[in-house]
């Protein structure tokens, strides 16, 4: 099994709609949970973290993390054009030096 | 704002050659990571660094990388000796002692042929 895995799309939907994207995992001693956007081409960019269980809102963006089904979401409201991109989620436990471990990536595509 | 630069952009390189990356972290930042993306896979960590030598490797990072932080500013990763494997986008993070964040620069494309 996968440490994290991640439905890679690609995902399209109309300008407006509410977008769920969502990563599982195995590693129970994750505690951090990240959710990346990266365009095509360029680094990573971090969105959101989460550390371990809970909701956390950010404007259009809100992440949340099940420990419990190791299920980890983010739901981007009212999506824009520009939202079209790669997501990414990331994850760690805690104490080391902060190695990050990637989902796949999922590509969105937010059409007008 | 501050951000991680890296350069070169895209590197060609001949199989067996080696090849430098060099990257400049955030000023303050105390924590230095190498990742790579093969193209359609995921991002892999590779290595961190921090208080000048390797904190975590990962099984990726053989006897064939190496990571320096030759002055204040710079940070690289040496390949020795270049595999047709090695062709990936590599990306330089960096983090302050404080925070969870890392920064990523934009990457250096790496081709080996």
């Known amino acids: 099994q996968k440490e994290v895995e991640q439905d890679p799309g690609p995902l399209s939907v109309p300008e407006g709609a509410i977008v769920s994207l969502n990563c599982t995992y195995s590693?129970?001693?994750?505690?951090?949970f990240m959710w990346y956007r990266q365009y095509s081409r360029k680094g990573p960019e971090l969105l959101m973290y989460?550390?371990?269980?809970g909701n956390k809102e950010d404007g259009r963006f809100t992440a949340q993390v099940d420990k419990s089904s190791k299920y980890i979401s983010l739901f981007i409201r009212d999506s824009q054009p520009s939202d079209s991109a790669t997501y990414l989620c990331?994850?760690?436990?805690?104490?080391?030096?902060?190695?990050?471990?990637f989902g796949a990536g999922t590509r969105l595509a937010v059409h007008p | 704002e501050p951000e991680v630069t890296q350069t070169p952009s895209h590197q060609v390189t001949q199989m067996g050659q080696e090849v430098i990356l060099r990257c400049v972290p955030i000023?303050?930042?105390?924590?230095f990571y190498w990742y790579r993306q093969i193209l359609g896979q995921k991002v892999e960590f590779l290595v961190s660094?921090?208080?000048?030598?390797?904190?975590?490797k990962s099984e990726i990072f053989d006897d064939q990388f190496s990571v320096e932080r030759p002055d204040g500013s710079n940070f690289t990763l040496k390949i020795r000796s270049t595999k047709l494997e090695d062709s990936a986008m590599y990306f330089c993070?960096?983090?302050?002692?404080?925070?969870?964040?890392?920064?990523f620069g934009p990457g250096t494309r790496l081709l080996v042929l």
């Open positions: 989460t550390y371990s269980s």
């Open positions: 660094f921090y208080n000048n030598e390797i904190s975590e």
């Open positions: 000023s303050n930042h105390l924590y």
């Open positions: 993070a960096s983090r302050d002692g404080g925070e969870e964040t890392q920064y």
């Open positions: 590693n129970s001693a994750f505690q951090y």
């Open positions: 990331a994850m760690r436990p805690s104490g080391g030096y902060n190695k990050l471990i």
